[in-house]
């Protein structure tokens, strides 16, 4: 429940936002997969007011897929259930390190509007997703009109037990973010703050199939295997999305 999440706050890297969280979700089967990019390559396609984050000197672009359940507004009572799929790298602003999201795929045609509305770079997707005990078989295909041609299929899993993440760690570095930055057009960069328990991650692998998503946003990796962990389930509160102010 939300009033559990929101008691855990030890692992937090600043304090929950004073107003009342608005969004509520369940986040299954998450894989995070990361690749290393010099910080040059990827300057050019965000806004200059964002410092790109960077560990050892290096920046780091993510393709997370994962599905979600219970998703509803605060005091709403409406639940919805898709997957999603994002594309990712880390910046930092008046000193709230977030992430930064190049583009976001999801197969809910509502979500993808209100999320659009508020500006965030949201995608119509095709997306399936099963689930088996040991792995998890992932695919998506962008059908939103006039936009980049994106695809993702693959079959990913755990390798290693759970575990928790140590702080000054690549892992904790990569996946313990609390806030969310975007923007669907250029002169509206909007920011996001979200909260939920350190990560349960395990290790893992991934048989990589297609994935042109990054190239939809303009981003070339490295010919290397990704970086993976794996997130069985996660409970997560997200408060209003807020454009930044900047000049």
Not at 67 to 76: K, L, Q, T
Request: glycine residues 6%; charged residues 20%.
């Amino acid at each position: 429940m939300a009033s559990d999440i929101t008691v855990q706050t030890a692992h937090r890297p600043w304090p929950l936002p004073r107003t009342r969280w608005f969004l509520f979700m369940r986040w299954h089967d998450l894989l995070f997969a990361h690749w290393p990019v010099r910080v040059d390559s990827i300057r050019p396609l965000i806004p200059g007011v964002l410092d790109i984050d960077t560990f050892d000197r290096s920046a780091w672009i993510g393709v997370v897929p994962f599905h979600m359940s219970g998703v509803r507004p605060r005091y709403v009572p409406m639940l919805l259930a898709f997957p999603e799929l994002n594309v990712r790298t880390y910046v930092r602003y008046r000193g709230k390190s977030g992430v930064w999201f190049f583009s976001l795929d999801a197969a809910s045609w509502l979500s993808v509007r209100a999320a659009r509305w508020l500006g965030l770079p949201y995608y119509d997707a095709r997306m399936t997703v099963n689930v088996h005990s040991a792995d998890v078989q992932y695919k998506s295909v962008r059908t939103h009109k006039n936009a980049p041609p994106a695809e993702f299929s693959g079959r990913y899993g755990p390798t290693s037990p759970v575990y928790h993440s140590a702080p000054g760690t690549l892992d904790h570095w990569l996946t313990e973010r609390y806030a969310l930055y975007g923007a669907l057009k250029a002169d509206r960069i909007v920011f996001g703050e979200i909260h939920h328990a350190q990560w349960p991650l395990q290790r893992a692998e991934i048989e990589l199939r297609k994935n042109t998503m990054t190239v939809a946003s303009g981003v070339d990796l490295p010919d290397t295997k990704p970086l993976c962990h794996f997130g069985r389930y996660q409970e997560v509160v997200a408060w209003p999305i807020v454009q930044i102010e900047h000049s």
